[in-house]
């Protein structure tokens, strides 16, 4: 037996809350293109971005640690996939589409340069002039432009709802533009618990990697009031020893539920609480209505400030940043200098690219892994590095 698309729309009509965004009512692709016979099309958004040149590229671009430090950190893509499982389970929970909120999260980060957050301000810095540089504005340039797959379109087509998630991903790392997209709407439950998915996933695993690598003290992390919740949970007490690798992975497991289960609560009882019967609903309440509840998002800001100041500020993370900072600046540099070093094909596009050469070295650069970055960088700068 063959399950059809047509049943798996019906399915949705039955099994997805009156809130959800169903496949059925979405607003369509840029580029009409015939339905597929048994997979539903945000099932297809999903794995257009899956297949992307661009997804393939995280594996090597850094979350905070560069690949070269060690293969058991987080890099871009394996965030990506902890975002995207994050995110499908409060999708199931509240009742919501699970592929869309996967497409969605497995795409937010398709437009990060390398180096994590150090090569965006790098990019940004150097493109000043020229209309700058943001991660989220080049993930949608990816998805809609810069990924050349299909002869009949640029970019993958995808529906709307993927886009509108994308341009509306909204947390303390992002810049919203959603003047194309209805910014007098917010955005379908999918898209907002995506970006809870998203800093529950950042916030978390840094606090794992910097456990892990040493540059977190065991004894800071528990004076935390999350921690001091989660230790709680476990039985334990202050005295629990977080530099012990099974006692580790078991406190990061509880903090990570513990998120989860707050945030599909909170997110519940706003819904109760504004009278969300519909979609329709939702997009027309004043404020996201995802959320953590009030004790927790204090916790969280603690936490995000408690990063800040002992892990990426960190002196170890801080010369990984200015190394990379240096090898960009450098790469740039010699590309706007001259752009007969670029790949033949690069160099084709400068008559044609809005922003001109400027926007073309960018693209180039931003497109990077980490590894390539390096390996560029010695290509161009090491008389003994073969070209």
Known sequence: MQVTRQELEDREEVALAPFAMRNSRSRGRLYPEDEHPYRTAYQRDRDRIIHTTAFRRLEYKTQVFVYSEGDHYRNRLTHSIEVAQIGRTMARALGCNEDLIEAICLAHDLGHPPFGHTGETTLNSLMADHDGYDHQKQTYRIITELERRYPEHPGLNLTYEVREGVVKHDTSYDIVDARDYCPEEKGTLECQLSNLADEIAYNTSDLDDGLRAGILQAKAVQELAIARRVLASLGMTGSADLNDELTRHRFIRRLVGTEVSDAIGATGAGLVAQGVESLEDLRNLPENVACYSAELAE?????????????????????????????????????????????????????????????????YIAGMTDRFAVLEYKRLFDPEERV
Not at 333 to 348: G, I, M
Request: proline share 5%; with cysteine.
């Open 299 to 363: 916790e969280n800001q603690e936490l995000k400030g408690f990063l800040y100041q002992n892990f990426y500020r960190h002196y170890r993370v801080v010369r990984m940043a200015s190394k990379a900072d240096r090898i960009l600046r450098r790469l740039f540099d010699a590309f706007v200098t001259e752009p007969e070093q670029l790949p033949t094909a690069t160099q084709e596009r400068i008559d044609t690219q809005p922003g001109g050469l400027h926007r073309v070295v960018c693209d």
